[in-house]
């Protein structure tokens, strides 16, 4: 049964670029883990809206067109003046790629100019059309501008993919704590979290949990699989999930991405408290989702 739910992300739209390892461009589509998320999500049949800014350029329109062939709402993204953010992504030359084989990169393998901005025109409001619905929000970056977006926000659900430690690195610990605090799902990775634990003086993941009070924490092991904690009971409990089908890696790109896709939707969807058998069902489908991400060039489902 629907909930009247809807999924929003904010920020500014990435167009991914994909090259071999003679640096020759192979791909371009839309890019940016909050995107793809949203992207996912869309291809669900879920009822989805991006609302922030791209660069009035033929790269932007591309990554609009994507979004739009999803049926994500656009009416929201205004086009400025700038170019639109560049992702540049490497993949090797290698029959049998790791996890993180792949380079992402701020710079241009041609140019090496930088091609990643942030923009400072970000809309901050909730659109009337949205504003009865039960609004689940997706972000991969925290700068002031998301940050007042949320705020404006009273009742939601926050959902935050903390994959890059260069979207971390540079603010303050007290500006992080406010915002992740705001969060009620939030997804790492191994790296990362090695980094915001020993940023917030906590040993693992179960004290990093506690010190948000989250719904569910969920780190990615790239084939390892992925560590869930929740609570229940008053009880904070912690599964190893582990895949049965290790598939072989072709872009490892926006596979945290199905993963966290997946997981939000039943997380959205859950009429019950988060128990193990919750965790077991959604961890399958999760990784099957990755799977089919990993298999192909390129973040988003052709």
Not at 29 to 54: F, H, K, P, Q, R
Not at 159 to 174: A, I, K, Y
Not at 273 to 281: G, L, V
Request: glycine share 4%; proline share 3%; aromatic share 10%.
């Amino acid at each position: 049964m629907k909930k009247n739910i809807t999924f929003i992300s904010h920020g500014d739209i990435i167009l991914d670029k994909i090259y071999d390892s003679n640096f020759n461009l192979i791909k371009q589509d839309g890019g940016g883990s909050n995107w793809n998320t949203l992207y996912n999500l869309a291809l669900m049949g879920e009822n989805c809206y991006a609302i922030g800014s791209v660069g009035n350029d033929a790269e932007g329109q591309i990554a609009l067109n994507s979004l739009a062939h999803a049926n994500i709402n656009i009416d929201y993204i205004i086009k400025e003046n700038i170019n639109t953010n560049i992702m540049n992504i490497l993949i090797p030359t290698n029959s049998k790629l790791e996890d993180d084989s792949i380079l992402h990169c701020w710079y241009s393998p041609i140019t090496n100019k930088c091609t990643m901005h942030f923009s400072e025109n970000l809309p901050t409001k909730l659109p009337d059309e949205l504003k009865n619905k039960n609004i689940f929000i997706l972000l991969d970056k925290f700068e002031a501008v998301n940050l007042e977006f949320v705020n404006n926000i009273p009742e939601k659900k926050l959902c935050l993919d903390v994959g890059h430690l260069r979207f971390v690195e540079h603010f303050s610990t007290p500006y992080l704590l406010n915002f992740f605090n705001k969060a009620n799902i939030m997804q790492l990775n191994k790296n990362v979290s090695t980094y915001l634990f020993e940023r917030f003086h906590v040993k693992n993941d179960i004290e990093f949990f506690n010190l948000f009070n989250l719904d569910l924490l969920v780190t990615t092991m790239g084939k390892k699989g992925a560590k869930f904690i929740y609570k229940s009971n008053n009880k904070t409990i912690c599964i190893e999930k582990t895949p049965e089908i290790i598939a072989e890696v072709t872009d490892s790109s926006g596979a945290g991405d199905a993963f966290l896709s997946t997981l939000i939707k039943q997380y959205a969807y859950l009429d019950k408290p988060i128990d193990e058998n919750f965790i077991d069902a959604t961890f399958k489908l999760a990784n099957e989702s990755s799977r089919n991400i990993i298999s192909q060039i390129g973040s988003r489902k052709v």
